[in-house]
């Protein structure tokens, strides 16, 4: 049979991510390139006895199709974590915040709509936003998160601007006060619709990061969580919060997409949040991953050391961003890794513009302490290797 396939299914390219951890799945590899959190931070007892607890308190509605907003006491639970004041009728329970992409996509683009990105930007987000065909424009970034004067002078005809102001996927770089304030102020001036993107958020080490982009404007701004990186990402399950304007166009999709998140996962995971269960189980998250960003940091000081290899020190989340020597490419770099056994992300297909072949990301979050020494002695040889060609 010859299938005729849509241009934009032709379009579509196998995610390199994927592809990359096809590879890491071989026995021996030391994976640092994928986005997932550390499967000892799932908490296996009280999913236990929540699920118990549903069934046998909800079971019948547990089972059963349900709106298309989500649970109303998990949707109360969303409102009242956030730190501004959300009405629960504003917050819609996703399939995890990938599908909160999905649907603004599927509202907010049309084929050639421009859609400012950060530089780098998640990739994820570039993958979602494609199947509408919209352009993807580059918008200059620092240390210190997207620059305001280019967003401005980008700004025209936009429909909106894609931001992840905390720990941010790929680099690990958050956003500072200062440029909240500006990027908050310059977008709302130019009528910029903001999305923000916020799964990584309460994986802060030493101090929470700055209020959100939408606690300062929330009619300019979607806001998009998750608790797939503060419970578990097998249960699909995130959120956003819209404004009046548009949440019904996204509740519409939402219908269209999936009819409505998994009752049972919904109705679990309200359960697990009663009486504040987060608030301590996140801190033990916290502490796991700063820890080993630390040991990460410390085998890249003592391996890295005379390669001119340059990296950050993230202050939260999962992700440290890496910067190779003149002269060395992270794709070409990737195979001879792997024959070392270790694996990383090349930084390349994160940006939407042009990038810098010589990044690369790195997860600090799922490995052991003796398999980061060891995957990052493997990196620095392989790196070796290729400045000696
Ligand atoms: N946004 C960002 C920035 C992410 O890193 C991820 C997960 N890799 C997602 C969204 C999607 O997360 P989920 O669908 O599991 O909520």
Redesign the pocket.
Known sequence: MQWKLAARAEKMNPSVIREILKVTERPGIISLAG?LPSPKTFPIAEFAEACANVLHKDGQAALQYAASEGYGPLREAVSQMLPWKVDPAQVLITT????G?DLIAKVLLDPGSRVLVETPT?L??LQAFSPMEPEPVSVASDDEGVSVEDMVAKSKDARFIYL?PNFQ?PTGRTMTEERRAAVSAAAAKAGLPIIE?N?YGELWFDEAPPLPLTARNPEGCVY?G?F?KVLA?GL?L?FLVAPKAIFPKLLQAKQAADLHTPSFNQRMVSEVMKEGFLNKHVPTIRALYKRQRDVMLAALTREMNGLQVQFNKPNGGMFLWLRLPPGVDAVALLPKAVERGVAFVPGLPFYAGEGDPRTLRLSFVTASDQEIDTAIAALADAIREQLAH
């Open positions: 986005g995890g915040s990938q599908q992409l998640y994820g987000a992840l996927n993107d799964p998009l998750s797939s990402p699909r995130g």
